[in-house]
């Protein structure tokens, strides 16, 4: 085979490759639209005010908060935690990404691993849910709330004020407090 043709054949196959990985992202954030999240909230059983409503529950969340949204209620934050908000009129969160989004919600509903946070006390309200052993920034989380540390038995998360000293390390997971008041606390470290 000649210099030319080898050149030539390698450069084909660049661009085959550098086609195919564009168009896999590409195609995927085709599906993260208002459209289709209104789809997902009407196929879980919400009516057109309840899904206006959800959405406009989320917009708030996105004015104020560096994320993308990813599901009719789940924001995908900046940092790497994952923020679902309640459906309105419901007291827990629900997932309505998956197939069985139109389940009732559950208290204390929180992943294995990930440390949730939820912005009512006894594991109401919208969930702010951890995963990543590092510091994150707390914005809005203030009053009396609660938590789920849904992590690997044993694991301990770090409450830490504005100068990101230590001010409360919970018990070992699994384990969930139903009261506790957010106003000290400006970071969380799940791990």
């Not at 919208?126 to 009396?144: F, S």
């Not at 407090?177 to 799940?190: C, E, F, I, K, M």
Request: net charge neutral; aromatic share 10%; proline share 4%.
């Amino acid at each position: 085979m000649s210099e030319l043709k080898r050149y030539a054949s390698l450069a084909v196959a660049a661009v085959a490759l550098l086609a195919v990985g564009l168009a896999g992202p590409a195609s995927a954030d085709t599906a993260q639209t208002p459209a289709a999240f209104d789809k997902q909230a009407r196929a879980a059983g919400l009516s057109r005010g309840e899904a206006n409503a959800l959405q406009a529950k989320v917009d708030r969340y996105l004015a104020r908060e560096d994320g993308r949204q990813v599901s009719a209620n789940e924001i995908a934050l900046a940092d790497g935690a994952k923020l679902t908000v309640t459906v309105p009129g419901e007291r827990y969160v629900r997932e309505m990404s998956t197939a069985s989004a139109s389940r009732a919600a559950a208290q204390w509903e929180c992943d294995y691993t990930y440390f949730c946070m939820f912005r009512q006390e006894l594991g109401m309200g919208d969930r702010l849910a951890l995963y990543h052993c590092q510091d994150y920034a707390l914005q809005n989380w203030t009053g009396d709330g609660s938590y789920y540390n849904n992590q690997t038995p044993g694991t301990r998360a770090l409450f830490k004020n504005q100068n990101r000293n230590v001010i409360h390390t919970t018990l070992g997971a699994p384990f969930s407090v139903a009261s506790y008041d957010w106003t000290p606390v400006w970071y969380v470290r799940p791990c």
